[in-house]
Structures are given as structure tokens and as C-alpha cells.
């Protein structure tokens, strides 16, 4: 696992946008997992002016986002397919056939969720997912208790998730209680996980999830299994972990080595 403290919310969606840059460049055809959320918001916004000012071309990847709410429509300004469109999709050149987003308004809903497990095995699996942590340590919706073999599935969100998503909505009651989420299996599946987290708030779950047990209590905790994971963090996000100083030393090499090897 790759740790990467930077000073602020800024200089982290300046790295994670550069990393995301440079993937699709190697492979213009990327398969890209996306998350919602006011974390990735800025990531997108870099991205946008790398399509814009750089010509960053978006013609061949191919996204699939991570969750839905369950009850809402695509075009519900509080959907996350909305969220997407609207801050990110419609400002470059991506195909909207390319873009995939669970459906919550569907009647047969566990169908819906095979169906996307199966559309992501026949591009061949997702290269790169971007995720963010909830303040409980959940990924995607993939809340505490979480199995490590999940699947794209329905699941019901804990009071935390809903209390801290209604800041998005008129009030705690809009908030769905239920949503189409990636399992941890899926995630898992990846070839490379990014994992943004910033702000004090989460920097118990970072804690924990980097340096604590691997728990279904803790579900990004899994991470710790995966082959290829790269965590950028805000200093407050950092400030629980207890080898934050190895981290900045070992990233000051990582970068050096980079450097010597092109």
C-alpha cells in the first residue's frame, strides 16, 4: 500500500487527477471506477481541465461507478447519476454508451445487480477504481459488517450514513435507506485501487484502515490484501497514523527511484 501525504485538499486532487491522467494515457482505453461525493468532486474538476487546456481524451475509456440510490431515477437531482453527469460526464468527450451506473429505479433489482457484475467481467474487469472512505470505513456502500466476498448487491444504510449524507438533501427523512452498491469483492477485484480521504473527520477510519486490523467492521481494511493500492491523503486525514513520518520518508524515495528509473 502506497501512502501519499500531501498538505492539503488541493495538492490531493492534483495527485490523484495526475495519476488518473497518466493511466489513460498508457491505456486510452481504461476501464475507470468512480465514486460520488464531495471528495472525488475536485479530482473531476482537474480532470476536466486536463480534457480541456491538455486534450486528455475520454473517447475510449469506459466508467462504471460504484452505487445508486435504491427509489431514485437517473434524472433525480440527488441521484448519483445525475452527480455525475452534471460535474463531470457532460464536460468531456466520453461516450455515454461508455457509461455505466446501477439503476434504482428498477423493478427487478437483484437482476440489475447481476447484470452489472457481468458487464464489468466483459470489459475485462476494472483497472483503476477511485474510492473515497465513509467516517465508518466504509467503501462504496459497503457498510461495517460488510462481507469481503460480496458482490454488487443491495444494501441498507446504518443511521451514520444516512445522518451524514442528508447535508446533500432537504432533510434526514428524504434520505434513501437503502442502495445498489460494488461489493468489497468487486472493489477488491481491481487492478489498482485509489483511495482519497481528507479532513480530521476521516482520520480514524484512515487509521484504521491502514494501520489497524483487517476487519468486516472496517471494510476499506481490506485494502490491506489488495496488490496495488495507492492512498493520497490531506495532512488532517493523516493525523491519527502512527507511522505518518515513515510514510512521508518512503514516498520521498518512491518518487526519487521514479525519477532515476526514466
Known amino acids: 500500500m502506497r501512502v ?3 498538505p492539503d485538499y488541493d495538492a490531493l486532487t492534483e495527485e490523484a487527477a495526475r495519476i488518473i491522467k497518466k493511466e489513460i494515457e498508457i491505456k486510452p482505453d ?24 491538455e486534450s486528455l481524451d475520454f473517447s475510449k475509456v469506459r466508467t462504471f461507478n460504484l452505487d ?19 460535474n463531470f460526464f457532460r464536460y468531456i468527450n466520453i461516450r455515454e454508451e461508455n457509461v455505466y451506473i446501477p439503476r434504482g429505479d428498477i423493478k427487478d433489482l437483484q ?3 447481476r447484470w452489472y457484475e457481468q458487464k464489468i467481467k466483459q470489459v475485462g474487469g476494472i483497472d483503476l477504481q477511485l474510492l473515497g472512505i465513509g467516517r465508518d470505513g466504509h467503501i462504496g456502500f459497503n457498510e461495517p459488517g460488510s462481507s469481503f ?5 443491495i444494501k441498507t444504510l446504518t443511521p451514520e450514513t444516512i445522518e451524514d449524507n442528508s447535508r446533500f438533501f432537504k432533510n434526514k427523512e428524504e ?23 481528507s479532513g480530521k ?37 493523516a ?3 502512527q507511522r505518518k513520518d515513515y510514510y512521508k520518508h518512503s514516498e520521498k524515495f518512491q518518487r526519487q527511484l521514479e525519477e532515476d528509473l526514466k
Not at 445508486?68 to 452534471?86: A, Q, R, T
Not at 434520505?175 to 480521504?197: D, F, N, Q, S, W
Open 4 to 6: 501519499i501525504i500531501v
Open 30 to 53: 481504461l476501464v475507470l471506477g468512480l465514486a460520488t461525493g464531495t471528495t472525488p468532486l475536485g479530482v473531476y474538476r482537474k480532470l476536466i481541465q486536463f480534457h480541456q487546456e
Open 68 to 86: 445508486e440510490y435504491v427509489g431514485l431515477s437517473p434524472k433525480h437531482p440527488m441521484s448519483y447519476n445525475y452527480f455525475m453527469w452534471n
Open 111 to 113: 437482476a440489475h445487480c
Open 149 to 153: 466476498g460480496s458482490r454488487t448487491r
Open 175 to 197: 434520505v434513501p435507506k437503502y442502495a445498489i452498491t460494488m461489493g468489497i469483492r468487486t472493489i477488491y477485484e481491481a487492478k489498482h485501487c485509489l483511495l482519497l480521504a
Open 201 to 237: 473527520t476521516k482520520a480514524r477510519a484512515i487509521r484504521e484502515c491502514i494501520e489497524g486490523p483487517v476487519s468486516a467492521f472496517v471494510p476499506a481494511s481490506f485494502l490491506q490484501f489488495h496488490p496495488q493500492v495507492t492512498v493520497i491523503l490531506d495532512e488532517q486525514a
Open 239 to 241: 493525523s491519527e497514523l
